[in-house]
């Protein structure tokens, strides 16, 4: 490493600072300093392991990673590496957690990240679910059948020190949490601005519960969840209708008590929120609506799940939806590590622009000491100086910004919103063993929650309650902030008597809906009568279908998609449209190893339906290329060059032998 970048990373001058801390944090600073909003390069999960952190190691990692086509960084803190051989007994040096030295280090990095034009954003805390080993007793998780047990987390950098994982219902052990970790960050948010990252839900969900969790449900609902909680996952009456109640109550904890104060404190300390709600027992749109840059994942989630994370990204008019993306993508946890192929990556990174991510986090970049690349992170593909993808890394992050760049151009674009059935799957409890994971058992995850195929050509959003009541019915169409709908599309078993409010008003005012089929009233004590009402109302409105061939008047938006998935950005000079290789739709996990090989080029015969204008076009995929189609106001239709060709992939097919180290049942 050059002695010039050693230096510049130490003088970092404050006084060009984006952002004063004194100054009042508010969405347009935000907007417009943010370097996810403002530069499209991927970033990468920085993983530093516990162990004595040098400066010249870290200008050496960011350095590289400058060179290779990253825009910035997230900082993980894990465990040191002797905790994968188990070994409690040797003590890894490092810099105690939170302590004056480890802040030293760590605002080191974000200096070094500004004089390289680098965005840094921070994990609050270290391993996954927030917690360390000050967290006392009486504020760490708590499961309401059985009163002494609290959920420890024994793989931080505190390792073989154990702690507790902090009770997210509960905002007072959240913030005395963000206390002393924002204390220690707080010098490392000078400059730019940067975000604090929250990932996917690590906590143990299964009755789950607070102090005073038990007689709040008493009064909302007037039963004791107590006499019910031995059985309050079976499949069985009254049980699923418990369920509900239980689910919609932890919900508003969940939302109210963590991720609320989660953003709230992010802005205090003059950041931005950055959060997967992945695997959390709520709402997960209005969870997701309450994060400044909500992140999806994948592969350990299907692309498709992205969907309902840009669905609430464009709800809450928020720009920008990252993923962690590329994790265990041949397995869990670590088949052919180093191995990767690019062609596979850029299978799974277009397949989850289709579904509406516009931000790539590469999972990720382990912190080695300077001029080595020897530590790994095993649930990952590696990105460092040694491995199969070093070679195409710069040319392949290129691609990754420039579909980055014009899938945040202006507002998402949609003709259609669907009623997410967050109420069918609180009610279906567990997934059949065949779909469980060993860390995912619930429905309530929407793990495999699908938009309709019939209205693929409509390029179709979730929506939920919530925004449905902030919706207005205007000039014909469902508005909610830059969003407008032609109508509503209902597919589910059960629906909140709020939401049927809200959907019942709204159909008077003259919305167009589709209701698949008849809901029920969900949780224990039911207003039979005035729910039987609202559904007799919807029933005897013109306006109202139970057929998506019967709705009249909504012209499809590109017709001939059936093959390959989609997403649209509109911005002032018209309309983008990324479309990604039909090779890409569908894609579970784990991908085979070169399950990407094409030799074929697929044609198809599109129609697009925009502004007033009909454009019949012809469109080929040829193999491993996805298409950017650009189309004026004036009905021009042009293509963007985003040609990225990878090294044609090995294929070796996926040999089981038994059951999967993922599995719960085959």
Known sequence: MKKSILVACLVIIFSSSVFAQNQSFTESVYFKSAWLNRDSRPWTR?????????KPSIADNLTWLLNNGFGGVE?????PLNRMKKDTVNYTPRQEWLSPAWTEMVVYAKQCADSLGLGCDFTFGSLWPFGDSKVPFDEATMNMKDPGWRQEITASWDYPKKGYVIDHLNRKAFFNYAERTGNALKPALQ???SGLFCDSWEVETKFLTTPGFADAFKKRYDYSISDYNDSLYSNNEPYRSVRYDYMKLISEYVIEEFYKPFTQKSHELGAYSRAQCSGAPCDIISSYAVIDVPESEALLYEPSYANIVASAAAL?????VTSETFTCIYGWPRDHHSEEQTTD???????IFANGVNHIIWHGKPYNPAGQDTVKFYASVHVGKSGSLAEEIPAFNSYLEQVSYYMKKGK????????LPTEDTWIAGELPLEKQFIWAWGEYEQRYTYLPEELKAYRPLWINGEFLKKA?????????GDLSFSSLYMDV???????LRRVTELAEQGLRICMKQTPAEPGLHKSKSEYGLLLEKLGKLSNVKSSWPEMENITPFITGTEKFDYWCREADEGLYVFMANPKSQHLTFPLEYGQSLNYNTETFNIEINYNGSKIPLKIDFNPYQSLLIFMSRDGKVSNVDIQFTPKTPVYKPRIRQGKEKWEVAR
């Open 316 to 320: 809450s008019g928020k720009k920008v």
């Open 345 to 351: 990556l850029k299978l799974l990174a277009d397949a």
């Open 46 to 54: 920085w993983w530093w392991f516990a162990t004595m952190i040098d």
């Open 472 to 480: 207005e019915f205007k000039n014909g169409r469902l508005n909610i």
């Open 75 to 79: 900082i993980a803190w894990v465990y």
């Open 191 to 193: 400059g730019p601005v």
């Open 412 to 419: 998402t674009f949609s003709e259609v919103a669907v009623y």
């Open 493 to 499: 078993k059960y629906m909140d008597m709020d939401a």
